[in-house]
């Protein structure tokens, strides 16, 4: 499957984006599909992830209740509806696809090119 991600941009503090993960394939509903991000000098770490039919969805404890995400299996695409941002929350986002769900980054075989987020203070 193939991955690409979009809906990064430059926001303020408080602000919201919406990120995209458009995928190619047919297999795309068996997939879990999570969101890591990046910063710069910092490890990928994990954001939200969500199961292959949405039942069952993980939150890094840094963005529960302010992160959503939600899939569209017939569009094959998901996203991460990102509310009252900080400037923490800067970073490179990244969508990828997993066999299972979880929140390692070793666990999910297949990438998207990240799209940048930065937050102004």
């Known amino acids: 499957v193939q991955l690409q991600a979009s809906g990064g941009g430059l926001v303020q503090a408080g602000g919201s984006l919406r990120l995209s993960c458009a995928a190619s394939?047919?297999?795309?509903?068996?997939?879990?599909m999570g969101w890591f991000r990046q910063a710069p000098g910092k490890e990928r770490e994990f954001v939200a992830a969500?199961?292959?039919?949405?039942?069952?969805?993980l939150f890094a404890d840094s963005v529960k209740g302010r992160f959503s995400i939600a899939r569209d299996n017939a569009q094959n695409t998901v996203n991460l509806e990102m509310n009252s941002l900080k400037p923490e929350d800067t970073a490179v986002y990244y969508c990828?696809?997993?066999?299972?769900?979880?929140?390692?980054?070793?666990?999910?075989?297949?990438w998207g090119r990240g799209t940048q987020v930065t937050v102004s203070s």
């Open positions: 394939g047919r297999m795309f509903s068996s997939y879990v």
């Open positions: 990828a696809a997993a066999s299972f769900l979880g929140r390692r980054s070793t666990n999910y075989d297949y």
């Open positions: 969500i199961s292959s039919r949405g039942r069952t969805i």
